[in-house]
């Protein structure tokens, strides 16, 4: 009876006063239903922020964004690409993890200590070949300066084969310092006795 009463109360107030006023104390289910879809929507807002900041200062973090922008970073990692991609999967499957481990190690260890040796001022000029020579082919991929377009370093990789034992991969580099005719050793990899598919296979 007192809910009745309560909600005529209410009734008769806003009949007389058109609506504009509500007295305190009286909320009623909309009003509440309201709020609760105001704190949602808050909610949702601070989330969506914190994750819009998660992402800033992901996208921005020094750390990851220096290394990124890091010339001898991009050219290794590029470099580990286009070493796996001369070989092909039909090599690289049969490959154990020495590979792995020992040539792209050594690939990237030369790459950074030749780079060391040049002026820094040459660092934002160097890049990187993209087109390993496939069948029989020894390159691998070529370092060069691209604003005079003259190569400094040559990644290439023979077949070796050697009576009694099998084939063998032999990775080395040559440098324009001496036109390109020394041969610099990177490491070997023995395959099998069985000749090996063709480089990019």
Do not use: C
């Not at 239903?33 to 909610?43: C, T």
């Not at 590029?78 to 690939?107: C, H, V, W, Y």
């Not at 029989?136 to 077949?159: M, Q, W």
Request: hydrophobic residues 40%; negative net charge; proline residues 5%.
């Amino acid at each position: 009876m007192k809910l009745l009463m309560r909600k005529i109360a209410v009734m008769m107030v806003a009949i007389m006063t058109f609506g504009f006023y509500v007295p305190p104390g009286l909320h009623t289910d909309v009003e509440a239903e309201d709020n609760k879809n105001e704190l949602s929507h808050s909610d949702v807002n601070t989330e969506t922020e914190t994750a819009s900041v998660l992402e800033v200062l992901e996208v921005h973090d020094p750390e990851v964004t220096a290394r990124e922008e890091d010339p001898l970073f991009l050219l290794t990692d590029q470099a580990k690409e286009q070493t796996l991609m001369k070989l092909g999967p039909r090599i690289t499957s049969q490959l154990d993890e020495n590979f792995m481990d020992t040539i792209l190690l050594n690939i990237e260890d030369t790459l950074e200590s030749l780079i060391a040796e040049m002026p820094e001022e040459e660092y934002a000029y160097l890049n990187i070949t993209e087109s390993p020579a496939d069948g029989f082919g020894e390159k691998i991929f070529h370092i060069y300066n691209a604003r005079t377009n003259e190569d400094l370093i040559r990644f290439h990789v023979r077949r070796d084969h050697r009576p009694w034992e099998g084939y063998w991969f032999n990775f080395h580099y040559h440098i324009n310092d001496d036109n390109f005719e020394g041969h610099h050793e990177i490491g070997e990899i023995f395959w099998d006795k069985n000749m090996p598919p063709k480089w990019m296979a």
